[in-house]
């Protein structure tokens, strides 16, 4: 049986470069789920998804990706990770996002 260890939302606004809409130090848990949801009226937004496993290197998990008005992105991990990095920038212009993430530990 599993227990919540981290749960949490997140917002902001896409800007011209790459910034980090969720930084989450999650190397205690197992299961870890995250949504990104673009909540702009009208513009899109760009996203990728990098892990760490310890150190300074980045494993790209998520490519970049659009996501448009409305829309909304699902990522699930059962594996061991240190760090996941969601980042976002402006797509068609900048636009407002919303993260949800949830972790769980054995």
Do not use: P
């Not at 969720?22 to 996203?47: D, I, P, R």
């Not at 699902?74 to 068609?92: A, C, K, M, P, S």
Request: hydrophobic share 35%; with cysteine.
């Amino acid at each position: 049986m599993y227990r919540q260890i981290a749960r949490g939302s997140n917002s902001g606004v896409t800007g011209a470069s790459y910034t980090n809409a969720l930084v989450w130090q999650c190397s205690e848990l197992g299961n870890k789920t995250m949504l990104l949801k673009n909540v702009h009226a009208t513009n899109s937004l760009k996203y990728k998804l990098l892990g760490y496993a310890g150190g300074g290197i980045a494993k790209e998990l998520v490519a970049e990706t659009t996501l448009l008005s409305g829309e909304t992105a699902q990522f699930h991990y059962d594996r061991q990770w240190q760090r996941l990095e969601l980042q976002v920038i402006n797509g068609t212009g900048a636009a407002t996002y919303q993260v949800d993430y949830e972790g769980q530990g054995v």
